[in-house]
């Protein structure tokens, strides 16, 4: 799931519940499987959230192996803390895509989950992933291109500046489209691409898209001339949209398996 690097405590409790959903849950399986995780290897976290992930990836790791996790946002590190307790093998600290406080070749495998549409400088953050990774490394990336979202609404000209505001919390909502380019040109080899798509075309608690809506409403608020009224509106708007039974929602996310290439 997407969130800004710097959350506070709130925002990162709302980051938190959509994590939970059965949406994201699914992504994460997926991204377990492309990584093909073993016992005894050395996995970074670029960007941990609130651990979901991490803990999933430490398991695997088992205590023969490590985990490391680093993310810009302490709120997120406490709630990511306190998923990980009990495992010995994991430790976080605070730190950025861009310089990474580990030495070269120091991982086996590295996860990068809904962080590089974040970074301005998407090279230079490729360059540390690659360094810290063994000749042979792997890495999962995953961003999302937000031009791919369908969000149905009764009133569409009011959408379209909601969600083009908030398109303003990232550096590139439309990254996977250049991703590939941008990974080669870091050195890496390309092993896998593929869609994951959200699909919700209902309404429900559970659901990505109705856990984004707490995410959306408190940012757009004053960006692109959006107001308080019309981004609650909009949050009316496809709670009766889900009431009668008109609701609709699919958005895309792509995973990249890349390999750092082995010294001959």
């Known amino acids: 799931m997407a969130h800004p690097p710097r959350f506070d ?15 994201v849950a699914g992504q994460r399986a997926l991204i377990l499987r ?25 398991e695997a790791a088992g205590p023969s192996g490590a985990l490391r996790g680093i993310d810009l946002s302490p709120a997120m590190l406490e709630l990511a803390r306190r ?18 406080p580990f030495g070269e070749g120091e991982f086996d495998a590295a996860v990068s989950i809904q962080v ?28 999302t291109d937000w ?12 959408a379209r500046r909601i969600l083009e505001a908030w398109d303003e919390h990232l550096a ?37 898209s109705v856990g984004m809506i707490s995410l959306v409403v408190p940012f757009v608020i ?6 308080k009224e019309e981004a609650k509106a909009w949050a ?12 609709f929602f699919s958005l895309n996310r792509y995973l990249f398996l890349v390999r750092k290439p082995p010294m001959e």
């Open 9 to 23: 405590e709130k925002a990162a409790r709302r980051v938190e519940a959509v994590y939970t959903s059965p949406d």
């Open 34 to 58: 492309a990584l093909e995780l073993r016992p005894g290897e050395r996995v970074l976290d670029v960007g941990v959230g609130p651990g979901f992930l991490a803990r999933e990836l430490a």
């Open 83 to 100: 998923r990980l307790e009990g495992l010995p093998q994991a430790s976080l600290q605070e730190g950025d895509a861009l310089r990474l």
């Open 116 to 143: 590089y549409e974040y970074v301005e400088d998407v090279g230079a953050a490729l360059a540390e992933l690659h360094r810290v990774l063994r000749p042979g490394g792997r890495a999962a990336i995953l961003d």
């Open 147 to 158: 031009g791919s979202l369908v969000w149905r609404a009764g009133d569409a000209a009011r």
């Open 172 to 208: 590139d909502p439309h990254l996977p489209r250049t991703l590939a380019a941008r990974l080669r040109g870091a050195g890496f080899e390309i092993l896998r691409r593929e869609a994951i798509p959200i699909l919700n075309p209902e309404y429900g608690p559970e659901t990505y």
């Open 222 to 227: 004053g960006r692109r001339g959006v107001t």
């Open 236 to 247: 009316e708007d496809l709670k009766g949209l889900g009431e009668r039974g008109e609701y």
